[in-house]
């Protein structure tokens, strides 16, 4: 099948914790993107890489990091440097017909 | 900067009525346009997918129309049915195939 995936489904960070969400896909799409979506609120971009070992900051890329080592994979890091973490975060990967997403992650500071 | 409009921002309907929600865009110059599902916590489902050089794309009860000039697109949703309610988004890709602008989204309730 194929797809996006992305784990863990939910995750719990503590304050000054770094976290790491997981996106992978099977689809061969050079482009790959992270948005946060907040309560009522649109689809905000943090990062996108477009080929291999090259990444760009989207609008709100402070106190994220991201890594692009594999066209499959494109983990994001959510650093203790973000100072309000707690959001739906979803990756996609977009080819020529057109972008496709994962199911989501929610993190939730406690 | 491009911006993306989506209205109306919610909607209630009986079932069996046709719909049509609509998305703006301020620069005419994308690469396509993408409409979207989301089912609360989940993830966007793709709709249908207008390539610039496109008017329209059908897909079952649904029909996407472009208008490039007018910076519009329309969703039409024929004979509604209840698992329809979700929130729907639209999405502009430019035409240097780098930014993926959002809309904010118009949440629609079809009631049985």
């Known amino acids: 099948d194929g797809g996006i995936t992305q784990s863990p489904k939910y995750l719990f960070r503590k304050e000054g914790q770094n976290v790491t969400l997981s996106c992978e896909q099977n689809?061969?799409?050079?482009?790959m993107y992270w948005y946060r979506q907040d309560p009522g609120q649109g689809l905000r971009l943090i990062y996108y890489?477009?080929?291999?070992?090259?990444?760009q900051k989207g609008d709100i890329a402070e106190g994220y990091s991201v890594s692009r080592e594999k066209k499959e994979s494109f983990p994001l890091t959510v650093t203790s440097a973000q100072k309000n973490p707690t959001a739906f975060y979803l990756c996609?990967?977009?080819?020529?017909?057109?972008?496709?997403f994962g199911q989501g992650t929610r993190l939730t500071v406690v | 900067k491009q911006e993306v409009t989506q209205i109306p921002a919610a909607l209630s309907v009986p079932e069996g009525e046709n719909l049509v929600l609509n998305c703006s865009f301020t620069?005419?110059?994308?690469?396509?346009l993408q409409w979207f599902r989301q089912d609360p916590g989940k993830g966007l489902t793709s709709l249908l997918l207008?390539?610039?050089?496109?008017r329209e794309q059908t897909s079952g009860r649904l029909n996407a129309s472009l208008d490039k000039s007018s910076g519009r697109s329309t969703l039409y949703i024929a004979a509604s049915q209840p698992g329809d309610s979700a929130t729907y988004l639209c999405?502009?890709?430019?035409?240097?195939?780098?930014?993926?602008?959002f809309g904010p989204g118009t949440r629609l309730s079809v009631l049985p």
């Open positions: 996609a990967s977009i080819g020529y017909t057109g972008a496709f």
């Open positions: 620069d005419s110059a994308i690469y396509n």
């Open positions: 999405a502009v890709r430019d035409n240097y195939g780098q930014n993926f602008v």
């Open positions: 207008i390539q610039s050089s496109q």
């Open positions: 689809l061969n799409h050079d482009a």
């Open positions: 890489s477009q080929i291999v070992n090259d990444f």
